[in-house]
Structures are given as structure tokens and as C-alpha cells.
């Protein structure tokens, strides 16, 4: 076993060694949370606490691999595998492929992503508005999506088109046996709320818990945490829960920073550690976001401090506007790169809106900066990974209505759209799936022989497949290919491309998902329906999951996405009150969270770090004056050295180095330093 406790700090050993009881870590930024759970998962392995009996819960795929990752480097590998590791998500489908029947559902229920839903929301919408009557589908799916996680269920009347559509749509999921996102956590609650043996058999499944992010869960999350962590039998409940309440910023997702500041409520009596040595900045940056968070009335009180000395001051830079803003960053990104040797990937610029980075790549662009931007096209959302996926779905499940509306003319098969909507009215009034309606005597008698042989054809050719996937002992990756082959899916995307690179490359992505499903099975026995399950659950509603940073150079990234990663040079846009704090915090009342997303986009930076502000700024299609951010009051101006950038512009040099305005500035900087 190659972990060792002496490598860790004090509070960190106590929390790693406490095993039993509830447990609550506040570890603030960069205190090395990450290893003190895998260490604390060793150290129970280590006291022959059965691996099987504990679970690690996250909220993305990317901490889960992490945390598995490190610790099959640190206890046998076997011991490692033992472990449950997975997100909120995840463990829910896991309990629900066991035992949703219960209620009312078949196990083989179909997970339906956001376009699934939009798709079904826009449906519902049309038939359900009076004329006139207008719902975004998108607002539509949002308000429904908070009206689960607040644990409310489906209006029984239908007085407003939005409880219309909500009471609809939710209709529409079962008869499909389908659950979106937000089910997945509802009907988990659900099910172990109603259900004692099988909240029992998962109690004594699980016996010791751990939670990371904790201030990140919302009053569903705690349920299914407390259903799962206070046993029935009596025992004490071994929940421990790893978190920072100055990192809550998901408030508008629905999370509750409550859950943590009154852990003692739901977990009475719990040890408490406090990690606040960091390992990641200087004690300028850390003593700045200290002397900022300690105006939040609500938290607990913590300190970071690092042994990696002062380091240098945090410069706060005024600009005339936000256009000298973004030259300033840009050209002075330039120069340190020459003069301090350092890489366009050591930096990274951090604002609250994504409209803010418009200008800075434009500026980049000009001075042929590399960057690269969190919120590129996934692979995941491609046209044709989606489509192949679809076939995989209905060829495990017919009744996939999201699927099959997807292949059922991908490639063209004679199946118009007309007749394909009156299958749908017909599975609607007989109660049905779609598969089952293409195959009612009332259809093919309402439509022309030519699309009742076309749809018996592709009947046919599902019914095949199904039957050859679930042959015993069947090569599941053959079948597949098969499938993809058997359907002439390779020529219809080829045709449907503007050149041979594009055709090429999509082909390339097809070819990637099947080795992808491969790989899969090397490692896991859930079969194709278990491959799927993650394919869906892929989409975690994290931005760090969700998004796919493009390219090498500068990042660009919001100070939401930006939560957990690190950069040793920062600029933190737009110290300005309606941008950070945003307008609408004033409003709802969420100011504190704004506090503390800057406290978290000031403890991203390692060694330097400089926050900018503007005078005017070009917002709704003109030029508005600026107010600086009413938090810049807070920061400890002992830390800070201002440069105002008009002043800095202007400053006379002496003429040979005064050949142009970015010398000019040079100069000047070096100077003021």
C-alpha cells in the first residue's frame, strides 16, 4: 500500500483516520480535499473495513475518475475496484434499474437528455396553447426542472399552460417508461421514502458514505443522502460529508448552502475539521479572499493561509473602458510571456458573464494570442454520435419513442412525416409506444401500401437486431457494427456532407463511439444498457463535464466553470456593481453567493493576480458609465497596488522608448513597479 499518513497535515490525518460517526470536513480552497478523501477510503481499507460497503458520492464524472484514479495508485487495485465511486446520478440509476418497478415503472426505462426533453416539452407546448398563448420551451423545461428538485409534483388541475405542460409531459415520461435528469434523484427519494426494505437492503449495502461538494447538494440530495446514511436498524449513521460553505455558487441551480451550516440539525453531533492550510497561492491572494469573504454573514468562520510566503501584491487596474481593458490584458500577456519565460497556458482571464469575452478574443486574435474558451461543441453532441446512439437505444428498447423518432427516417426509408405523426396520434389514443403504434391494423389501413411495406421492413429489421443482441454469449460490439453497416447509416452521412475532410471526420466519430463501447465492456459487465446509462448521465449538469475547452494558449473562462481549476497568472474582468455583483443579486437577494464567487475566482490564482475595472463599458448595443464593484471596499488595501491605466497610458516617457504606445505602457508598468 503505497498512501502515507505522516504526508499529511494534522487536520488532514484526523479526518482521514475518522472513520465512524458523522464526519464534517470544511476544507477551504486548494487544502487538498481531493486526497484527504482517497486517503481517508485507504486508511478504512487499511482497517479491513469492507470495500464494497463504501460509497463516495460527487457531482462529476471528471471528480469521480479522479478520486478512482488516485486511489488505485494508493491500495490494491482489486480493493479499489470494490469501492462505489460515482455521482449523484449514477448511484440513482443504480438503485432505480433495481428496484423501480415499485413504482410502476419497467427496469428498462429509457433516460431522456435535454434534447430528448426539449423535443417533448415543444410537442406538448403545441398541443396544449390556446391560440395565442405563447411558452418558451426552454423556460418551460427550466421551471419544471426547479419545480422537481424542490420536490413538487406535477399540478393535478391544469389552469396555466406551464402546470398544463408539467402535468403533460411528466404523462408522457411514463407511458414512455422514460425519467428525465431530475427524476433520477425524485423517484430515488421517492422509492427509499415508500419503500423500507429496499431503503433497508441499500443501508445495509452502504455502510459508510462520503460526499464531496457538500455545499453544492440541494434539499433533494440531502434526502437521498439521510435516507441512505440514518439507518433504521439504529446504528449510528458513518456520513461524512467534504465541503466549503465560501464555495457555494450554485444557488440558482438549487443548491442549498444550509445543508452544510446546519449539518449538526440532519447529523447530530458530528466531528468537525477544519483544512486551512493551502497549497495553491501566496498569502497575498489567500489574505485578499479572507478579508473579502468575512462580510458574509452566514458561513464558518475559517482562515486559508499557505507556507509559500506573501508573493507580490494583487494589482487592481482602472481602465477608461472596456476596450483599453482588453488591450492592456492582451498586450501585457504578451510581454510577461517574453520577459518572465512563461507559457500562454500559465495564464488565465476569469469574468461573470460570457459576453465580457468577446472583446478580449477579438484583441487576442489581433495580436495572434493563442486561447483557448470553455463551451466548444462536445463530441457527445454531434449529429451523428446522437443518431448512432438512438439505434443502440431502440435496438436494446423498441419502445424508445425518443430514439425511434430519431432513426426512423436517418437514412430516408419511405416512412413520411405525415404518416410517422399519425402512428404518434394513434400510440397516444391506444396508450402505446411508438414501435407498437407503427404496427397497429389502424395505421396500415389509413396509409399507401408503399409506406406499410417500408415500415414492415424496418419493423423487421429492429425486431432482427433486438434478437441477435440478446443471443447468449453474443460478440455486442459485432452487432453493433453490424447494425451501423445493415441500416447504411455510413452512406446516408456521407451524402449529407459538404466535403470528404467533414464526411471523414464524422465517420471517424461513429467508429470512436463503437471502440468507446468496447472499452467500456473491458471494464465493466453492464452490457450495452449499462454503456448507455453512462452515455446519458454524461451530461451531469456540470460546466466542467459539459464543456470541452478548445485548443492550447490563455484560458477564457467563466468564474462559475472556472470553480476547482487553478492558473498560476490571473485576470479577474469587471470589478463593476450590476456585472460582479450581478444586477439581478440585488433583487433575489443573493449577494452573499456573488461574495463568494469572487472569493472563489480570486483563490484560482497561484502567484499573481490582477482584477480590472472599467469607467464605460459597451452594453445593449452602446457606451454606459461603469461604478466600481462595492466589494473592491472590502479587499485589505494593504494587499492591493491600484494602477489606473489612463494615467499609466499617458505618462510621458523618454523618447527612445517611446516608439510606440505598447513601449510606452511597458515603461510605465515597470516604473510604477
Not at 137 to 149: E, G, V
Not at 302 to 329: C, T
Not at 336 to 353: G, P, Q
Not at 519 to 531: F, K, Q, V
Amino acid at each position: 500500500m503505497s498512501f502515507r499518513l505522516f504526508d499529511l497535515n494534522d487536520p488532514q490525518r484526523h479526518a482521514a483516520t475518522t472513520t465512524e460517526g458523522p464526519l464534517l470536513i470544511l476544507a477551504g480552497a486548494g487544502t487538498g480535499k481531493t486526497r484527504v478523501i482517497t486517503c481517508r477510503i485507504a486508511y478504512m481499507a487499511a482497517q479491513k473495513i469492507d470495500p464494497n460497503s463504501i460509497l463516495a458520492v460527487t457531482f462529476t464524472n471528471k471528480a469521480a475518475n479522479e478520486m478512482r484514479e488516485r486511489l488505485a495508485g494508493m491500495v490494491d487495485k482489486d480493493v479499489a475496484k470494490k469501492v462505489t465511486m460515482s455521482t449523484f446520478h449514477a448511484l440513482c440509476v443504480r438503485i432505480l434499474r433495481t428496484d423501480i418497478e415499485k413504482l410502476g415503472y419497467k427496469k428498462n426505462f429509457t433516460i431522456y437528455d435535454e434534447g430528448d426533453q426539449t423535443g417533448l416539452i415543444k410537442k406538448l407546448i403545441t398541443k396544449t396553447a390556446a391560440i395565442g398563448e405563447k411558452l418558451e420551451p426552454n423556460a418551460a423545461k427550466s421551471l419544471i426542472s426547479k419545480a422537481k428538485n424542490n420536490g413538487w409534483s406535477a399540478p393535478q388541475d391544469e389552469k396555466t399552460l406551464i402546470g398544463a405542460v408539467f402535468a403533460r409531459y411528466q404523462a408522457a415520461l411514463k407511458q414512455l417508461n422514460a425519467v428525465d435528469f431530475d427524476d433520477l434523484l425524485l423517484l430515488t427519494v421517492k422509492l427509499l421514502g415508500e419503500h423500507a426494505d429496499v431503503r433497508e437492503r441499500w443501508q445495509r449495502r452502504y455502510r459508510y458514505i462520503m460526499v464531496d461538494e457538500f455545499q453544492d447538494t440541494n434539499r433533494l440530495q440531502l434526502e437521498l443522502v439521510s435516507y441512505l446514511a440514518k439507518r433504521d436498524d439504529g446504528m449510528p449513521p458513518n456520513v461524512a460529508v467534504v465541503g466549503d460553505d465560501d464555495q457555494s455558487i450554485y444557488g440558482w441551480r438549487g443548491a442549498e448552502v444550509s445543508n452544510i451550516l446546519e449539518f449538526e440539525q440532519h447529523f447530530p453531533n458530528p466531528t468537525v475539521v477544519k483544512l486551512e492550510q493551502n497549497y495553491r497561492s501566496t498569502n497575498a491572494i489567500l489574505n485578499t479572499a479572507n478579508a473579502l469573504i468575512k462580510n458574509n454573514p452566514k458561513r464558518r468562520p475559517k482562515s486559508l493561509w499557505s507556507g509559500m510566503g506573501d508573493g507580490d501584491k494583487i494589482r487592481l487596474v482602472q481602465a477608461p473602458n472596456d476596450r483599453e481593458e482588453a488591450e492592456f490584458i492582451a498586450n501585457e500577456i504578451a510581454r510577461r510571456k517574453v520577459d518572465e519565460t512563461l507559457r500562454f497556458e500559465d495564464f488565465a482571464v476569469l469574468f461573470r458573464m460570457n459576453s465580457q469575452s468577446r472583446l478580449l478574443e477579438e484583441m487576442f486574435r489581433e495580436k495572434g494570442i493563442p486561447y483557448k474558451i470553455v463551451g466548444g461543441k462536445s463530441f457527445y453532441d454531434s449529429r451523428e454520435v446522437k443518431d448512432v446512439l438512438a439505434y443502440f437505444a431502440c435496438t436494446l428498447n423498441a419502445d424508445n419513442d425518443a430514439g425511434l423518432l430519431r432513426i426512423i427516417n436517418t437514412p430516408p426509408r419511405g416512412i413520411s412525416e405525415k404518416t410517422v405523426e399519425r402512428a404518434l396520434e394513434l400510440s397516444i389514443k391506444h396508450k402505446c409506444s411508438l414501435f407498437k403504434g407503427l404496427q397497429l391494423p389502424e395505421l396500415r389501413e389509413s396509409i399507401p401500401a408503399r409506406a406499410s411495406e417500408a415500415i414492415a421492413e424496418f419493423v423487421a429489421q429492429l425486431d432482427a437486431w433486438e434478437t441477435k443482441l440478446n443471443e447468449p454469449l453474443v460478440d455486442q460490439v459485432a452487432v453493433l457494427r453490424k447494425i451501423i453497416e445493415e441500416s447504411n447509416y455510413y452512406d446516408d452521412l456521407r451524402r449529407s456532407c459538404k466535403n470528404g475532410d467533414e464526411a471523414l471526420k464524422r465517420e471517424s466519430n461513429v467508429r470512436d463511439l463503437v471502440e468507446g463501447f468496447s472499452r467500456y465492456l473491458e471494464n465493466s459487465n453492464g452490457g450495452l444498457r449499462g454503456y448507455l446509462d453512462a452515455m446519458a448521465l454524461r451530461q451531469d449538469k456540470e460546466e466542467d463535464e459539459k464543456d470541452k475547452e478548445q485548443g492550447t494558449g490563455v484560458m477564457l473562462i467563466t468564474l462559475h466553470a472556472s470553480k476547482g481549476l487553478e492558473f498560476p497568472h490571473c485576470y479577474l474582468v469587471g470589478l463593476e456593481e450590476g456585472i460582479l455583483p450581478h444586477d439581478r443579486s440585488k433583487v433575489e437577494g443573493t449577494l452573499d453567493e456573488e461574495r463568494r464567487l469572487l472569493y472563489v475566482g480570486i483563490t484560482r490564482a497561484q502567484k499573481t493576480l490582477t482584477m480590472t475595472y472599467c469607467f464605460s463599458r459597451y452594453r445593449y448595443g452602446g457606451t454606459i458609465p461603469c461604478t466600481p464593484s462595492s466589494f473592491i471596499k472590502e479587499l485589505d488595501p494593504n494587499l492591493i497596488e491600484r494602477i489606473d491605466l489612463k494615467k499609466l497610458l499617458n505618462t510621458p516617457v523618454e523618447a527612445p522608448a517611446a516608439k510606440s504606445r505598447f513601449a510606452a505602457m511597458r515603461a510605465a508598468v515597470e516604473r510604477s513597479g
